[in-house]
């Protein structure tokens, strides 16, 4: 239902995306997780048409976007990460004018409009205009604007973006439910818990290139079983990097002056050696931290960076 095949966007000397490839089924939820300025914007306006690929192919239901654009947006829902909404118009007029645009009229559309509204849990608020809502309200109000005309396919960019938990655990719920019902989901976000939570399978994208492919088990086998640990202080990277190379079943991914982080099997009996060894090197040690091997473990041995960096 989703194909992307060798896509390629580029600004003059800025390539924005470079070669990304994926595609999704039925019913599915591929998430693309990446930090701020990845490019998972960018494939997404590719995708949808806003922005025509300098390369590289994608197909929404068998319908090239470029050569064949009328059949494959119909076939298309976008939740963008800004909001598109109509601040001044109610929450009504706003999903009436998009279910419209689409094709939607008479008694269908006005079903169609409170069913909706009820479905993101916003039918009695219908009248208010989005500029009387909170953010959680708006935000399940841009997702209720994107699914009115009930799309094959659904392109979700960071849906979530500066809502509370509440809401969010909602937003995380109605992408839940397009699945179910037979939507192919694609799901781009840089917090790494939803992608957990969410998606059937992912790719990390860093650059404007995929970097890592797979199913969340396939992802997490890559990490092997390392933990995550990371210490903030003081240091010299050059006199750190050969005194932690010393230590066992370890890898350092970063070393600057205000941290460290290692990915390191067994840390919780391994940490007292990281400490020494970084002690040792110079190092002023004021706090330390480590998790499970996770995504976020993975993330970091690919890209040396945090996700949310």
């Not at 490019?39 to 690929?53: D, Y």
């Not at 007029?93 to 169609?112: E, P, Q």
């Not at 396939?218 to 390392?226: D, F, P, S, Y």
Request: aromatic content about 4%; glycine content about 10%.
């Amino acid at each position: 239902m989703i194909e992307v095949d060798g896509l390629r966007k580029q600004y003059g000397d800025l390539v924005a995306v470079d070669g990304v490839g994926f595609s999704a089924g039925e019913g599915k939820i591929f998430g693309l997780l990446g930090p701020n300025g990845a490019g998972k914007s960018t494939t997404i306006s590719c995708m949808s048409g806003l922005l025509t690929p300098t390369d590289g192919r994608v197909r929404i239901m068998g319908h090239d976007i470029v050569h064949e654009p009328r059949a494959a947006k119909q076939q298309l829902g976008v939740v963008p990460q800004e909001l598109a909404l109509y601040e001044d118009l109610s929450a009504r007029d706003n999903l009436t004018y998009w279910a419209a645009a689409y094709g939607l009229s008479g008694t269908g559309l006005r079903d169609r409009v409170d069913s909706v509204l009820e479905y993101v849990g916003l039918l009695d608020r219908a009248s208010d205009p989005p500029k009387a809502y909170s953010g959680g309200m708006k935000r399940r109000l841009n997702f209720a604007c994107g699914v009115v005309h009930e799309p094959k396919v659904l392109l979700l960019d960071e849906p979530t973006a500066g809502v509370d938990p509440q809401s969010r655990a909602r937003l995380l719920d109605l992408v839940r439910a397009q699945a179910a019902k037979g939507t192919s989901v694609l799901y781009t976000t840089h917090y790494m818990e939803e992608a957990q939570e969410l998606c059937d399978s992912l790719a990390i994208i860093d650059h404007g290139k995929l970097i890592a492919m797979g199913t969340l088990a396939e992802l997490r086998a890559m990490v092997g079983e390392r933990d995550l640990v990371r210490v903030v202080g003081h240091f010299d990277p050059e006199r750190i990097r050969p005194a932690l190379a010393e230590l066992p079943d370890s890898e350092v991914l970063t070393a600057d002056q205000d941290s460290v982080m290692l990915a390191v099997k067994g840390a919780a009996l391994q940490l007292p050696a990281v400490l020494q060894a970084l002690a040792a090197a110079g190092g002023h040690l004021r706090e330390t931290t480590f998790t499970e091997p996770s995504l976020e473990t993975l993330f970091m041995k690919l890209t040396g960076r945090e996700l949310r960096e």
